[in-house]
């Protein structure tokens, strides 16, 4: 079946540097999602990429799917502390269940 | 609210013991998800409905899972003769299949935690 990974599993930044995540799949993916988990909360839609080459900005944060839509990032610019929580890629299979990445978990430090 | 509720949030267990979770979609999805996720873990699909209509099941959903959605609304999972293994939040997921600009995105309640000591 379908799989996504992401990397990397953590990471650490001082508020104000920048953060990126990235998710691969062998496979072509037909479509991906980015969730965000607060600490203690559960995931939270942030967006849906599902053209090769899509760029989609939602203030600080920048979302890309890969020209052979095998791959996808999430790039957070001068991050802040209301950012820190887990980031999970998924994407939805044919039979419209989401299969998640084991996500990476952002802390800044203020 | 207008969200996916879960009930109750929290469960504590003895192994053995059956528990029953909640789940009331946002009101006007077609489409009712479960999911589970352990620690440090991404959710995992277990099984969804599409009104009343189970429409897949995981291989994780043992014959000691059972999820029901009786009336096309509320739907309800059931974990019989618990075993620690099953100690994880398991996650309630709502959606309307038909709108072409949302493209079935998955709206998550806020999970209830099961322990099973």
């Known amino acids: 079946g379908q799989q996504v990974m992401q990397i990397p599993q953590y990471q650490h930044v001082q508020e104000g540097e920048d953060f990126t995540t990235y998710c691969n799949s062998s496979?072509?993916?037909?479509?991906i999602q980015w969730y965000k988990q607060r600490p203690g909360g559960h995931p939270v839609f942030l967006i849906q990429?599902?053209?090769?080459?899509e760029v989609k900005k939602q203030k600080r944060l920048t979302f890309q799917f890969g020209e052979a839509k095998k791959n996808s990032s999430l790039h957070i610019t001068a991050t802040q502390t209301t950012d820190v929580g887990t980031y999970f890629c998924a994407t939805m299979d044919s039979s419209y269940k989401l299969i998640f990445g084991s996500g990476t978990r952002l802390l800044v430090r203020p | 609210d207008t969200g996916v509720s879960q009930d109750p949030r929290h469960k504590i267990t003895k192994r053995g013991q059956n528990v029953t979770f909640r789940c009331d979609p946002i009101s006007e999805h077609n489409r009712l998800y479960w999911y589970r996720q352990t620690l440090g873990q991404g959710p995992e699909f277990l099984t969804y409905?599409?009104?009343?209509?189970?429409?897949?099941k995981s291989r994780l959903l043992s014959d000691r899972f059972s999820a029901e959605r009786p009336k096309g609304s509320f739907s309800t999972l059931e974990i019989q003769r618990t075993e620690q293994g099953d100690s994880a939040m398991y996650l309630c997921?709502?959606?309307?299949?038909?709108?072409?600009?949302?493209?079935?995105?998955?709206?998550f309640g806020p999970g209830t935690r099961l322990t099973v000591l």
């Open positions: 409905f599409q009104n009343e209509a189970q429409l897949e």
């Open positions: 496979t072509t993916l037909s479509n």
């Open positions: 990429l599902v053209k090769s080459g």
């Open positions: 997921a709502s959606s309307w299949w038909g709108r072409t600009d949302a493209r079935d995105t998955q709206y």
